[in-house]
C-alpha cells in the first residue's frame, strides 16, 4: 500500500518521462534526492509495465487507514452559553442590547471560524 500523496507525487512524474526520454540530463533525480519516490528517468524503465514497490521508499509504504486507537476530542460550548444565558439575564435592556449585538456577534464569528477549521481538519484527515 503506498500513500495518496506518494501516487500523486509519481503521476505528476510520470507525465515528464516524455521529456526525459529525450533528454536525460533534464531529469536531475530531484523526486528520488528529495522523496524517495522514482523519478522520470527511472519512470520511463516502466512504461510498458508495473512500478516495482521496491522502488518506493519504505516510509511511504508504512501506512495504516485504520482508525484504531483514534478517537474525536468532544467539543462543546454548553458552559460558555450557559455562562452568556446567566450574564445576560442579570443586565438591564441597555446592557442586553449591547451584549447581544456587540459580544454574541462576536462569540458567532469565533465559533463559525472554529468550525470551519474543523471541518478542514477533517476533510485533511480523509485526503491522507
Not at 505528476?12 to 533525480?29: L, T
Not at 528529495?34 to 528517468?41: E, N, T
Amino acid at each position: 500500500m503506498v500513500s495518496r500523496y506518494a501516487l500523486n507525487q509519481i503521476a505528476a512524474e510520470f507525465e515528464r518521462v516524455h521529456y526525459a526520454d529525450k533528454n536525460p540530463s533534464s531529469c536531475g533525480c530531484v523526486m528520488r534526492t528529495m522523496h524517495s519516490l522514482p523519478c522520470a528517468c527511472e519512470l520511463s524503465k516502466y512504461v510498458l509495465g508495473s512500478i516495482l514497490l521496491d522502488s518506493i521508499y519504505m516510509f511511504w509504504r508504512r501506512l495504516s487507514f485504520s482508525d484504531q486507537g483514534l478517537s474525536e476530542p468532544q467539543v462543546t460550548i454548553k458552559e460558555e452559553m450557559e455562562s452568556i444565558s446567566k450574564r445576560f439575564e442579570e443586565l438591564d435592556v441597555c446592557g442586553k442590547v449591547t451584549l447581544k449585538f456587540g459580544k454574541l456577534h462576536t462569540l458567532i464569528k469565533t465559533l463559525c471560524v472554529l468550525l470551519q477549521q474543523r471541518s478542514t481538519l477533517k476533510v485533511h484527515r480523509r485526503n491522507r
